[in-house]
Nanobody, 127 residues
Framework: QVQLVESGGGLVQAGGSLRLSCAPSGRTFTAYAMGWFRQAPGKERDLVAAISWSGGATYGADSVKGRFTISRGNPKNTVYLQMNSLKPEDTAVYYC????????????????????WGQGTQVTVSS
């Protein structure tokens, strides 16, 4: 059974930074793409950023472009979300997600394309 373990959430003032980390434990994949979603109270869960297995392709939602960066670590099974210039509207529970893939450069955008999810980590940005 694969589990995704997230870390790095917390409380920060507007304009500050946080870095979220996500790593799989248990049975590991041979290749997988990953994404970060977030869900604010009373709202749907939305894709924030995604990265291909190769790390060569990335996606960022319009609301976070220029502020958030998704990357893969070394080894590649760790994924980070660097969040800068945080705003109160970034407050949400952030979820890491992964999906096995045979396409090293493919990105995945939809919730139902992801098979594995982390437990979520709270990010709160105060004004």
């Amino acid at each position: 059974q694969v589990q995704l373990v997230e870390s790095g959430g917390g409380l920060v003032q507007a304009g500050g930074s946080l870095r979220l980390s996500c790593a799989p434990s248990g049975r590991t994949f041979t290749a997988y793409a990953m994404g970060w979603f977030r869900q604010a109270p009373g709202k749907e869960r939305d894709l924030v950023a995604a990265i291909s297995w190769s790390g060569g392709a990335t996606y960022g939602a319009d609301s976070v472009k220029g502020r958030f960066t998704i990357s893969r670590g070394n080894p590649k099974n760790t994924v980070y979300l660097q969040m800068n210039s945080l705003k109160p509207e970034d407050t949400a529970v952030y979820y890491c997600a992964a999906t096995q893939t045979s396409h090293s450069g493919r990105l995945y955008y939809l919730e139902n394309e992801y098979n594995y999810w982390g437990q979520g980590t709270q990010v709160t940005v105060s004004s």
